[in-house]
């Protein structure tokens, strides 16, 4: 069982891990963390914050990263506190676990780090709950590995999240069966529906994405079982310092959390999961 502050359980109900992509700021993070927090109130769903400080793997040495780890840690922690809401967030070096878990709620291993050793373990020896995203050159059976490094370091309170898988050049397809592989593991499942329309370099530059198609995907997830969904929202997405083109605004994520809570549940009762 993964609990996350001090009220939420994974499993117990549907979970948003939501936010923008990027950290941009200490008022961007706040309207979106009050934005997500109120919806979430409002349709009885369990709500952490995701943000990360640092992006450091950017498709151009050119796009903004974040504000660096100093700053973006000082703006999580000012929406733990002054939100009462747990908070996720990115770590991309071993050498940072330690420091980010005393401030945050979770912490995520990036897809394309999840098979790095040395994260795995300082982040499992954290103690904190870890979401590893499946890379998207791995088949979901070979994320067994990473989830028994973490394990070994004594830590149990591990998810895998689902984002698309490679298909040829500048784009990603999902493989639903990944959702219920993933969870014969004994991990609670997450589907990331807004990097899993991502396409990775499109834009030349910068990658681009496929936002039309964020609701069927998160639907189908919800129907073959999760526990979590994984959203990107940014109520100016054409702004968004970061994978704006798959970001939700409000106005869709609302449609899009109303959908998968109804099939959440009705998966869930028809599966007779707890």
């Known amino acids: 069982m993964i609990k996350i502050g001090p009220t939420i359980t994974i499993g117990r109900k549907l979970t948003l891990f939501g936010g923008p992509c990027v950290a941009e700021g200490p008022e961007l993070c706040l309207e979106v963390a009050t934005y997500l927090r109120d919806l979430c109130r409002e349709l009885d769903i369990q709500y952490v914050f995701k943000a990360s400080y640092d992006k450091a793997n950017r498709s151009s040495g050119n796009s903004r990263r974040g504000p660096g780890m100093a700053e973006g840690l000082e703006i999580l922690a000012r929406i ?29 291993i990036p897809a394309f780090l999840c098979r790095q050793t040395d994260l795995l373990l300082a982040c499992g020896r954290t103690g904190k709950p870890v979401n590893i995203k499946k890379g998207q050159f791995m088949a979901p059976e070979d994320m067994r590995g990473a989830v028994e490094k973490v394990r070994s370091t004594g830590n149990d309170q591990i998810m895998l999240t689902e984002r698309g898988s490679s298909f040829g050049y500048h784009n990603l397809v999902v493989d639903m069966r990944s959702l219920p592989t993933m969870r014969a593991m004994g991990v609670p499942v997450v589907f ?31 129907a073959v079982g999760i526990d979590v969904l994984f959203a990107e929202v940014h109520p100016r997405p054409e702004q968004a310092w970061s994978d704006g083109p798959n ?15 109804e099939i959440y549940e009705l998966e869930r009762h028809q599966s007779n999961r707890p």
Not at 81 to 107: G, I, Q, R
Request: no cysteine.
């Open 192 to 222: 990331d529906a807004t990097h899993s329309v991502q396409l990775p370099g499109g834009l030349g530059n910068a990658s681009g994405g496929q936002r039309d198609f964020i609701r069927p995907l998160a639907r189908a997830a919800a």
């Open 80 to 108: 733990r506190k002054e939100l009462e809401l747990p908070v996720l967030t990115d770590v991309h070096e071993s050498t940072e676990a330690a420091a980010v878990a005393e401030v945050v709620d979770v912490l995520q």
């Open 247 to 261: 970001s939700l605004d409000f106005n869709t994520i609302r449609t899009v959390l109303g959908e998968v809570k």
